[in-house]
């Protein structure tokens, strides 16, 4: 009986053991499960961190792409030109248009050789720069310009036309540029009358000394005609030619 019982005791201290080591087991279990969850998530917040890095780098690339784009614009559409008088001292701050890329007018001026031919080479010795899309057509005075030498200019693929002398009293024919403002008046109505913009055609008095004022009025120009886009009659010309 008593060995029975000693017996029966033993096995229940097994049973107990092997509970216990059970239980262990499955606290084991628990705990590395637990683990393991843990791991994965700090490895989920890890992932989440470097895709949001990431999102910030391309972000950041994105708007540093934009600024440059336009910082690539603007210096590609604006470029500052000093223009200087003869002494090479500042007078004038021009913005140029860039030449590439953009349409450039073809533009006609008719100079008289004692004024404004002379502002142009004053302009040249200078070295004021000014835009380029213009050719110079000497005359000895700006009353030698006839209304036709305009509306020829204009037909012959002129985009716009510029008149150009001695200011009024200076002129070295007395008043040749007096009566070149009775003429431009004539060019104006028929400039009109073809169908053209009256901003196609300007005169202006520009003297020897005048070098700035050259390069500032052929700007001003350039960018007026550039604004009213190519001759119309230039299209006409085209038209004729393939008919
Ligand atoms: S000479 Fe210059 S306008 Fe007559």
């Known amino acids: 009986m008593t060995a029975k019982k000693a017996a029966a005791k033993k096995t229940t201290a097994k049973k107990a053991a092997s509970k216990k080591t059970a239980a262990k087991k499955t606290a084991a279990g628990k705990t590395s499960a637990k683990k393991t969850v843990a791991k994965k998530t700090a490895a989920k917040k890890t992932v989440v961190k470097k895709a949001a890095v990431k999102k910030t780098v391309v972000k950041k690339a994105a708007v540093k792409k934009t600024v440059d784009a336009k910082a690539a614009e603007t210096q590609a559409t604006e470029k500052k030109v000093v223009v200087k008088d003869a002494s090479g001292q500042p007078v004038a701050t021009e913005l140029l248009g860039p030449e590439e890329g953009r349409w450039n007018p073809n533009i006609f001026v008719f100079a008289c050789n004692w004024c404004s031919y002379a502002g142009a080479d004053t302009a040249g010795i200078s070295r004021i720069q000014h835009q380029p899309h213009f050719r110079t057509i000497r005359v000895m005075c700006s009353g030698r310009v006839h209304p036709g030498f305009v509306l020829r200019a204009l037909e012959k693929g002129a985009d716009g036309v510029l008149v150009s002398g001695c200011h009024i009293g200076d002129c070295h024919y007395i008043s040749g540029n007096e009566r070149?403002?009775?003429?431009?008046?004539?060019?104006?109505?028929?400039v009109h009358l073809i169908g053209l913009e009256p901003g196609r055609v300007r005169l202006e008095w520009i003297s020897a000394a005048e070098g700035p004022r050259w390069a500032k009025i052929i700007n001003e120009f350039t960018?007026?005609?550039?604004?009213?886009?190519?001759?119309?009659l230039k299209g006409e010309k085209d038209e004729r030619r393939a008919g």
């Open 180 to 190: 070149q403002l009775e003429h431009f008046e004539i060019t104006k109505r028929l």
């Open 223 to 232: 960018d007026q005609i550039r604004a009213l886009g190519p001759s119309p």
